[in-house]
């Protein structure tokens, strides 16, 4: 039960009690959990008592790990209980003792007070590519290119062919290069040369990464010319690719571009949207709620550098020294802003549109994310933490509001409640897709969040 004990502009307190049955349940999951996982000597796999259990994990985890159930479920239950969108908040937990309700009190800021401008009267005139005899022709013929083989020829070398070359030196080594696609100074050098020819490669001055790499002189030995060997487009290249004949090949690849073509003019159309939207609200954000967001985006990049081996202090000087750094918190800050404007414009737009979540929404939808990354639907809350179980509802509820309000103003009211039970469906059907249809001619691009 959630009881709200302040509100005063954006600041708010209110109080959660947990009944007593819902302590116990936590603790039998947990004891449940203790049991399956902890390995004592001398007893089978979930035969050791709790009191020994409790020994080797020690009494605080198992209180620790009941009190955080119990957060994870009952602080959101509880903020959508009152109807109140948080940013973030501070959460002051009591004891947790078996057999007895369990209180907790929470303090945080909610979301500026925001109005929306008639949004129903967005003009939404982004259009799917059209797929046409000349588009699928482009997409086989580079079907082709992808599987052409190669043999070696004994000829000058040409615009298009494959060549071995050895690069001389101590840190040189045997590759190939594609001219097709190589740089104009190595096609250059290496056009009309033969297998065995010895040919001096001049590379420009350029940078690479942190280095600046003055202009240089490279020898290399040819060792191999081959010429590209494309397939006919017949039933046999059909065949290689698993398609019954070519025709089918055509038919299905045809479908494939021509949802992702439908899937792309969705997306454009989605952000011809929420800019109508962002760009109708009022709202005045709060500067602390614009400061949570940049150092959140900015705790992201860290952990992306760090999977790269990259420390943000060595990122940070080298930006500096390069004179980018000004530059590039300054995107931040925008990125930021912009964010958050378009987060309170759905938040509002789902509010009007009255959109509810249910549990059993929210539940299916955690249980899909802890699979798709290996996870228990349990972890995934671990991890997740109570404030960021609460933002992960949040954009839940953002999501379905958009499905909603884009479904109500392109399609009669009938079909709108459908709307995302389609999405989810497009979203299926995408992971359905030919791998022939993996083509440059039509992509289809995520929601833009930058």
Do not use: C
């Amino acid at each position: 039960m959630a009881e709200l004990i302040s509100k005063e502009g954006n600041k708010v307190e209110f109080k959660v009690t947990v009944p007593a049955a819902e302590v116990n349940r936590a603790y039998e999951q947990v004891w449940a959990g203790l049991a399956r996982d902890v390995r004592v000597p001398g007893f089978r796999p979930g035969k050791a008592p709790r009191k020994v259990l409790e020994g080797r994990v020690g009494k605080g985890y198992v209180e620790q790990e009941v009190r955080d159930r119990l957060l994870q479920v009952h602080y959101p239950q509880g903020a959508r209980d009152l109807k109140l969108n948080l940013v973030d908040a501070t959460i002051d937990p009591a004891d947790v003792v078996s057999g007895q309700a369990f209180d907790f009190t929470v303090k945080g800021e909610t979301y500026p007070v925001t109005t929306l401008g008639d949004w129903k009267a967005a003009q939404m005139t982004a259009t799917s590519p059209e797929i046409t005899d000349e588009v699928l022709g482009r997409t086989l013929a580079d079907l082709q290119e992808r599987n052409a083989t190669f043999e070696s020829v004994d000829r000058a070398i040409e615009a298009t062919d494959q060549v071995t070359i050895e690069e001389q030196g101590e840190e040189g080594g045997t590759y190939p290069v594609y001219l097709d696609v190589a740089e104009a100074h190595v096609r250059e050098a290496l056009l009309g040369k033969h297998k065995g020819d010895t040919v001096e490669i001049t590379v420009p001055a350029h940078q690479h990464g942190d280095h600046e790499h003055a202009e240089h002189t490279v020898t290399v030995v040819v060792q191999d010319v081959k010429t590209k060997q494309l397939q006919e487009l017949d039933d046999a290249f059909a065949a290689s690719l698993n398609f019954e004949n070519l025709e089918r090949l055509r038919t299905d690849l045809k479908a494939e571009l021509e949802r992702r073509a439908q899937q792309e003019g969705d997306t454009a159309r989605r952000e011809e949207f929420i800019t109508h939207l962002v760009e109708g609200m009022t709202v005045e954000i709060p500067r602390a709620l614009l400061d949570t967001r940049r150092e959140s985006m900015m705790a992201e990049i860290k952990d992306d550098l760090g999977r790269q081996g990259v420390q943000w202090g060595e990122y940070e000087s080298f930006m500096q020294e390069q004179g980018k750094l000004d530059e590039f918190m300054a995107d931040l800050a925008k990125n930021a802003e912009t964010r958050v404007r378009r987060d309170l414009a759905l938040e509002q737009l789902a509010e009007d549109l009255k959109v509810q979540v249910s549990d059993a929404e929210f539940n299916q939808t955690m249980n899909g994310l802890a699979q798709a990354n290996n996870m228990t639907a349990q972890q995934l809350r671990t991890q997740l933490g109570p404030n960021g179980l609460n933002n992960y509802y949040a954009s839940i509820l953002r999501e379905k509001g958009l499905q909603t309000a884009i479904a109500q103003l392109t399609a009669p009211a009938a079909v709108a409640d459908a709307a995302p039970a389609e999405a989810a469906q497009s979203d299926e059907a995408q992971a359905d897709a030919p791998e022939a249809a993996q083509t440059e001619e039509v992509q289809t691009e995520g929601e833009k969040t930058e």
